[in-house]
């Protein structure tokens, strides 16, 4: 069980001591319950497969994300790590160090970072849509902090080959926004032949907690006779659960500030300080508060979120991304101030109220006024074009005068979605040292005729146009192997 | 051949007779034409009355006209249609004095016609015509069968004004949801239809007897019976929505054996079957997006359904299968062309192929002399996400190609009035 192992680590790196209840009144305990403090370091999956080769990819196109287009160019990467990255076509063995490494020719085609998906399903309502795996709302209250999507994620869907296939390299898999807070996202790699979600876990991603607000949950909660049913009550819900959350931190805080004294003294006499009691959803809460776990927020209109950067504010925490939030364009002043990203569409709209103020300009006018675009699917199809997604958007903002370009459209699905999980710096864009998810194209890569040719994901070519076609998904084994063929 | 010939001689006359007194009301100069059926042009095209009076050789002097449409460097398609839309009939799916996708009661529902509910002021039509569709086929979803689908022109007027004649299309499900909605399996449905038709046929043939209580009782309402006869007796198309290899094989055997013209939408799994969809000339209406398993009904979905369906000669039209972003018609054509369609195939299923299905093929659907003039300038190749739409005519009539979304970015452009929190 992963989320009380994780749960369990939290403690220990945070907060300490989730053993001290029981083990404290036990001889030779006090010193254990000072000695784990120290030990706790997440426990990251190994990696499913290693790059065996040093690989370059020369005469492309990169966009690298940080800047204008490299024509005629090459990148290099090992052991799942960018080496290098030059111009001139190809490297020079001498100056450059190309001997040895398998030579991928991409001339005519573009290479940029793997797209990162800020608003993914995909496991937790997979393909086929069935009751048996429709596990992505805890809808029986309205704040559900202890749960973690990463526990009902079915790795079998079909869906993540079909996202590999369109560029995603990385993603946020969030729970529904049935509740208020829906709990804990989970930010994976898409990878071939994770036997349990546990093993696309993104290294060093940082956890995220989704939360909604509007329509969705008093709709739900509402609809069942119970509280939320009105906006104000999902604002009050959700304050009095902060005060609570505010509250288990404190005693949590103060019990490890009374540990840190107890296990700094020299004989360390006397009884040891008795641990607060666990609660999970309130440790996910409390590590909000202490700025270690990102909150994701779904809101549509620009009064509900500022409603809740109000709550936020005074909460003393940061929201790290607002999802949907079609009418960000109309706050866009504060979204940048406040340093908060936007995953939004270029143009979903109209399924209700909320959504009826889309416009395609939004994701160019939050550039123009220096906030975080993302654009996100919160789809298994829209997922595999998220390019496309950009390319849209950024015709609308164009059109509309907005000063633009290729690479901020870029940024919208790589860069900026790094930022939004927090994990920009291993992430996002090619530049050396980060981490080797990289997609060759056959088309510009916003255009609709682009479909990826090539995929690395940690070094390792997830999409190989020269390996043999063999679905990822178990589900789709003997049924199904035309999906992949006819090219 | 004989097509361009007789194109070229109605333009000679047309200007011959334009140089007398006759003006064309507009006319597109610089362009060049994409058609679904001939090959890429330069040439200007002129409007009169609704209907594209006049195809001109580019280098010619530009024709006497109302008003000149400088399209130099553009791209010149007829508007494209939307088949398996609900324009018209919402505006926002969650509250129902904004939604009127479906109708009630008994699941068969043939008397529903799409213009009872058909709304030409939603706002979701304007939104259409900025991804330069210039109509749609619009109809009522949910039940057996759903009612009649028709052919709006979206363009200005009452909803009677934007409806040419036409018999409409019936809108019906098959697989396991027409189970589901009959309370059973399939073949509960399919028993459902074999019943509807002999009691529609029974009463087509006997509507005296039955006005005098003369008949069996029959499972469908009066008016219900009168509505199914043009599509159960005379011929008329069927929209069946229906995903799964062996459900398109049984209706396929159904129209057969009972005379009925089926077109096939959703059809995800229509590729397997190909060869029979071809050789009964049936359109299948499909999304170019649907490549997942979503259901045990289409476990065979895959993106090249529609580049494999016509190049099995399968009369294919594309489809959204959206509403609120049926604008974005062209990128379900441009995928079907990275998934393997030739890129004029794709024009087709989004211009000539809708209107053949409506029966309208003689007034629309392609850019040539005498059809109604439903027309986009596009700043390039439409299936492009760069390109965007420059003008856009309706019968004829320049109509904005922006909408209540135009609206709001005026609004916002600037932040400055905007209080700050």
Redesign the interface.
Known sequence: MRHLRKAALLLLLTACGGAAESGAKQAGAPAAICSNRSTGQPAIAPLLRAQSEDIILTHATIWTGTGAPLTDSWIRFSKGRITAIGSGGAPKVNTDGGGGAKIIDATGKWVTAGIIDTHSHLGVYP???TSGHDDGNEATGPTTPEVSSQDSVWVQD??FE?ALRGGVTAMQILPGSANLVGGRGFVMKNKRGARIAEQLHFPGAPETLKMACG?NPKRVYGGQGRMPSTRMGNIATVRQMWLEAADYRKRWDDYNAKLDDWCGEDDRSGEPPEAPSRDLGQETLAEVLRGHILPQIHCYQADDM?NQ??IADEMGFAIRSFHHAVEA??I???LAAKQISVSTWP???????EA??????GPG?LTE?GARAVLKSDS??TN??LG?EA??A???AR??GVKVDENDAIRWVTANAAWALGIDQFAGTLEVGKMADIVVWNHQP??????AVWVFVDGIAELDPNAPADPWSD??AG??N??RG?R | MSRIFAVAFATILLAASSASAATHDRCVTGATIYSATEAPRAATVCITAGRISGIFDAAAAAPDAGETIDAKGSWLTAGLTDVGTQVGLIDIEQEHDANDTEGGGDPVRAGLRADFDYNPDSAVIAVCRSGGLTSVISGHSGGLISGVAEWFDLGRGSSAELLPAQRGLLRASYGSGAGHTVGGSRGDAMLRYRELLDDVRSYAGNRTDYLQNRMRELTLSRTDLDAMIPFAVTGGTWVVDVHRQSDIEALLRLAAEKRLNFAFTGAEEAWKVAPALSAAGSFVIVSSFSNLPGSFDELGSREENAALLDKAGVKVILTTTETHNARNLRFVAGNAVRAGMPWQRALASVTLHPAMLAGLDKDYGDVSVGRVANLVVWSGDPFETSTTVQHLMVRGERLPTTSRQHDLLRRYRSMDGYQRP
């Open positions: 393909s086929p849509n079909p869906g079909r329509e500022l950067v109000q364009y109309k866009r002043d504060v143009d979903w709209w109209g399924f209700k109220i009826y103020d889309t416009i395609n300009e006018l006024a298994p199809i595999q074009r496309q390319g849209k950024l015709a609308a059109s509309a916003l255009s609709t005729y682009a479909s589900f789709e049924t199904n035309h999906v006819g």
